[in-house]
Protein backbone atom coordinates (compact mmCIF):
# COMPACT_ATOMS: atom_id res chain seq x y z
CA UNK A 1 0.00 0.00 0.00
CA UNK A 2 1.33 3.42 -0.69
CA UNK A 3 1.30 6.55 1.20
CA UNK A 4 -1.83 8.02 0.32
CA UNK A 5 -3.83 4.97 0.30
CA UNK A 6 -2.78 4.55 3.80
CA UNK A 7 -3.57 8.22 5.00
CA UNK A 8 -6.56 8.14 3.23
CA UNK A 9 -7.84 4.61 5.55
CA UNK A 10 -6.40 6.57 8.59
CA UNK A 11 -8.71 9.63 8.06
CA UNK A 12 -11.43 7.17 7.18
CA UNK A 13 -10.72 5.63 10.33
CA UNK A 14 -10.91 8.90 12.06
CA UNK A 15 -13.90 10.13 10.56
CA UNK A 16 -15.65 6.85 11.91
CA UNK A 17 -14.42 6.92 15.17
CA UNK A 18 -15.75 10.84 15.33
CA UNK A 19 -19.07 9.75 13.99
CA UNK A 20 -19.61 6.88 17.00
CA UNK A 21 -18.44 9.48 19.57
CA UNK A 22 -20.82 11.95 17.96
CA UNK A 23 -23.71 9.07 18.39
CA UNK A 24 -22.79 8.19 21.87
CA UNK A 25 -23.12 11.67 23.06
CA UNK A 26 -26.41 11.63 22.07
CA UNK A 27 -29.06 11.08 24.72
CA UNK A 28 -30.85 8.19 22.89
CA UNK A 29 -27.82 6.82 20.51
CA UNK A 30 -28.87 4.33 18.17
CA UNK A 31 -27.88 1.17 18.32
CA UNK A 32 -27.69 -0.06 15.19
CA UNK A 33 -26.07 2.82 13.81
CA UNK A 34 -23.25 2.13 16.59
CA UNK A 35 -23.48 -1.45 15.46
CA UNK A 36 -22.48 -0.69 11.52
CA UNK A 37 -19.96 2.23 12.32
CA UNK A 38 -18.28 -0.02 14.70
CA UNK A 39 -17.63 -2.82 11.77
CA UNK A 40 -16.65 -0.40 9.30
CA UNK A 41 -13.86 0.98 11.40
CA UNK A 42 -12.94 -2.79 12.36
CA UNK A 43 -13.36 -3.10 8.59
CA UNK A 44 -10.90 -0.45 7.80
CA UNK A 45 -8.80 -1.34 10.87
CA UNK A 46 -7.90 -4.80 9.39
CA UNK A 47 -7.14 -2.78 6.23
CA UNK A 48 -4.85 -0.96 7.40
CA UNK A 49 -3.16 -3.82 9.73
CA UNK A 50 -2.96 -6.16 6.65
CA UNK A 51 0.53 -6.83 5.14
CA UNK A 52 1.52 -4.61 2.67
Known amino acids: MDNS ?3 ALQAK ?3 IEA ?3 A ?3 RPMPDTALL ?3 KKRKLRVKE ?3 APH
Open 23 to 25: EIS
Open 35 to 37: ATL
Open 13 to 15: HAG
Open 47 to 49: ELS
Open 5 to 7: HIS
Open 19 to 21: RIK
